[in-house]
């Protein structure tokens, strides 16, 4: 099941603060090298964790993009939001969802915070993309995962998937790499390496059912 942004901003208020939250989680933060397709992995693992208990639900890039779309905001402005340039993609996420409700970024930016800290904190959320890991690291009922696949199958799959040459899909693979590594680095405010992840997964080697039997 994937979270409802839309909803969330509605009844936000009556949700209680992290700090009144006791014994947090479970969350599962699912990282991935450019190239390497977690979405129908998150949506399978959340079909078999919610078998005969709470339903697990799926926050994402993607599910906030779709969410964006259904709260009208400023589309060009949710697109480079994603895109870790010189500003983290939260501030200019706010950007955009200012232009629509006309208020401070400040406060914004604490929305969406919100939206990701309290379905972490409220737990049974899988969280897909690069922040996941960084805003959730030391919650202790967490487990965090990166997906990864050999350098030449991402190149063949992005070179297939967008219809460009190798080389295109090499400079691609590569500045995405580096985005996504300094976008946690910056949420972190730290150096990070793969230590940060509990889980690293193979995609190529590993089947889609053996990766979430693993998890």
């Known amino acids: 099941m994937r979270i409802d942004l839309k909803d969330y901003l509605t009844k936000r208020h009556k949700i209680p603060t992290v700090k009144q939250k006791k014994n947090p989680g479970p969350v599962i933060t699912i990282s991935r090298e450019f190239g390497c397709d ?11 964790l919610s078998k005969g208990g709470p339903d697990w639900k799926i926050i994402s890039k993607e599910i906030l993009e779709e969410s964006s779309r259904e709260l009208q905001v400023n589309q060009v402005k949710m697109e480079h939001a994603f895109t870790p340039h010189e500003k983290n993609f939260v501030d200019d996420m706010l950007t955009g969802l200012s232009i629509k409700f006309d ?63 190798l080389k295109r899909a090499r400079e691609i693979v590569s500045s995405q790499d580096q985005r996504r590594r300094l976008f946690i680095q910056r949420l972190r405010g730290e150096v990070v390496d793969d230590s940060i992840f509990d889980l690293i997964l193979n995609v190529v080697t590993l089947s889609e059912q053996q990766v979430i039997d693993t998890i």
């Open 38 to 48: 977690a979405i129908p992995i998150a949506e399978k693992l959340a079909t078999v």
């Open 103 to 165: 208020i401070p970024d400040k406060k914004v930016y604490k929305t969406i915070q919100e939206v990701i800290y309290n379905y972490a904190y409220d737990g049974n959320i899988i969280i897909v993309g690069r922040g996941g890991v960084a805003i959730t690291r030391e919650m202790q009922k967490s487990l965090h995962v990166r997906l990864m696949a050999p350098l030449e199958h991402r190149l063949r799959y992005i070179s297939e998937s967008r219809k460009t040459t």
